[in-house]
């Protein structure tokens, strides 16, 4: 074409579905938080009669927990790649299989060593895997209703602290440690169910075309998607080996790398560490609960209850937060941090007392704050970081909780065991959420530095394993029939073709 004037000229614009098959990924998404999270929610309802039969300290019951929550938190780091090499669905179904595994195999746990093995090491990785892509996964299918499909997935986290607690004392005195354990692995197998709900993103992307006469149209992105990726997976049989077994290792050193890189941004340091110390203590502070509620001389069936009325606050916090934060006048951050500190204050007031009433009341207020920061946090991070950094900062607060689960976890073990008194331990955890608290009142500053030195931040995504682009402009001849293929993430010409 030698007369460019000839021709008008459009712009083609790849968009997030904002719905259709992302209801499906939302009810996929929600049954895996559900279900997945029976690992460390219930930890300590699961196995406290097994650890006061064999008079297990508090420190290796700390121990054992935070394993599995150290590894849990670092599978944010590696989910984005894994994803790229093994695709959404075969991980998912395959993290969750194996998440249900380990609670099987732990109802044949003789020792303490075999519970690391199953519990700590098996369910931290596969458990993390899992759900680490519901954080990811969600952006990927929806932009303005992103809060709502927030509100549901981050709900599982309290259905599954209402229902289970009251539901396994049941189950162990029916049917024993081992008949209960093997019971929620069948239940914790649903899940595979619901991860083969979670087809590529790519597939269902919409294109806008945008003509310079302010005119738009819209085409669904699947077929063209799913041909494309039929034919990058012929071409993909012609690899050596080698390289096979290569290229995901460096994707994945590549990935860790830019995921802390984004560190250097003092706003994306204040979400990591605030993250870190609020979920390491708040995590557990809910291990530690029935062992100071039986320790205050109450029954396992009165211990579940109390965690019931928790988690009823827990969803009814992440369900309202979620939601309301699709209103321009609710303000993320501002909720975010009330929500921590809802969180201190319950738990110190849990700390002070061992009437149930009053056990109740604080683990109430304690459920909601702890509701509305989780729930928030996903959202939290996107609006401070913003859409392309927020892949590289959830794995960068990843790792640092892992760190936080690393050192907090048996930490509050050891006060325990060495002071004799679970009222100090609570009372440390409290601290800690303060801390987070109080490291949130820099945020303003934060930002205000970045903006008035002039940097643009640290672009976290990844070119050769973020399988989506979030937005792409492509300016064609308007009287061209056939629509531009997908750009090919691993092959530098096509990116720098959209450039």
């Not at 899992?130 to 303005?144: E, G, H, M, V």
């Not at 927030?150 to 709900?155: D, E, L, S, V, Y």
């Not at 949130?440 to 002039?454: D, I, N, Q, V």
Request: aromatic share 10%.
């Amino acid at each position: 074409m030698n007369d460019n004037n000839k021709h008008k000229q459009h712009h083609m614009e790849w968009r997030v579905p904002d719905g259709g098959w992302g209801w499906m990924i939302v009810v996929g998404s929600t049954l895996v938080m559900t279900l997945v999270n029976i690992l460390p929610v219930c930890y300590g309802v699961m196995f406290s009669v097994w650890y006061t039969e064999l008079g297990v300290s508090s420190t290796t019951i700390a121990v054992l927990l935070n394993i599995n929550l150290v590894l849990w938190s670092m599978m944010s780091i590696l989910v984005g790649p894994l994803i790229e090499v093994f695709g959404w669905r075969p991980l998912g179904m395959f993290s969750t299989f194996m998440a249900a595994l380990a609670i099987i195999l732990s109802g044949y746990a003789t020792s303490i060593l075999h519970l690391v093995f199953t519990y700590s090491i098996l369910g931290g990785i596969f458990g993390g895997l899992a759900i680490a892509q519901i954080l990811i996964i969600l952006p990927k299918f929806f932009d303005k209703r992103l809060g709502v499909a927030n509100a549901f997935p981050m709900a599982g986290f309290s259905i599954c602290q209402f229902i289970f607690p009251i539901l396994i004392p049941y189950l162990q005195e029916k049917y024993g440690f081992k008949g209960s354990m093997l019971i929620l692995g069948g239940i914790i197998l649903n899940s595979v169910v619901a991860a083969a709900l979670f087809q590529p993103p790519e597939w269902h992307r919409i294109i806008i075309k945008k003509e310079n006469n302010g005119f738009s149209s819209k085409t669904d992105n699947t077929i063209l998607n799913k041909e494309e990726h039929h034919h990058e997976d012929v071409g993909s049989g012609e690899k050596s080996i080698l390289k096979k077994i290569c290229d995901p290792i460096i994707c994945v050193l590549r990935a860790t790398a830019k995921n802390f890189a984004i560190l250097k941004k003092p706003t994306a340091l204040i979400i990591s560490l605030g993250h870190c110390l609020f979920l390491s203590s708040t995590i557990n502070f809910i291990a530690l609960l029935p062992f100071v509620v039986i320790n205050a001389g109450y029954s396992m069936v009165e211990t579940g209850w109390i965690m019931s009325y928790a988690a009823s606050a827990n969803i009814t916090a992440r369900l309202s937060s979620s939601m309301l934060s699709d209103f321009t006048w609710f303000k993320i951050p501002i909720g975010y941090v009330c929500g921590t500190l809802m969180s201190c204050l319950g738990i110190a007031g849990f700390a002070l007392t061992d009437n149930i009433l009053h056990l109740t009341l604080f683990s109430v207020l304690q459920g909601f704050g702890h509701g509305s920061n989780f729930g928030l946090f996903n959202l939290v991070t996107k609006e401070i970081v913003g859409v392309d950094n927020h892949s590289a900062s959830i794995g960068s607060s990843g790792a640092m909780l892992s760190m936080g689960f690393l050192t907090i976890g048996p930490l509050v073990g050891l006060i325990r065991d060495s002071s004799g008194s679970y009222t100090i331990s609570l009372f440390f955890i409290a601290v800690l959420n303060a801390l987070s608290f109080l490291l949130w009142l820099f945020m303003p500053y934060a930002k205000s530095h970045e903006l008035k030195a002039g940097k643009e931040g640290v672009s976290c995504n990844d070119k050769n394993y973020e399988g989506v682009v979030n937005k792409t402009f492509v300016i064609i001849p308007v009287d061209q029939t056939e629509l531009p293929p997908l750009p090919d993430q691993s092959n530098p010409s096509d990116l720098n073709r959209l450039n």
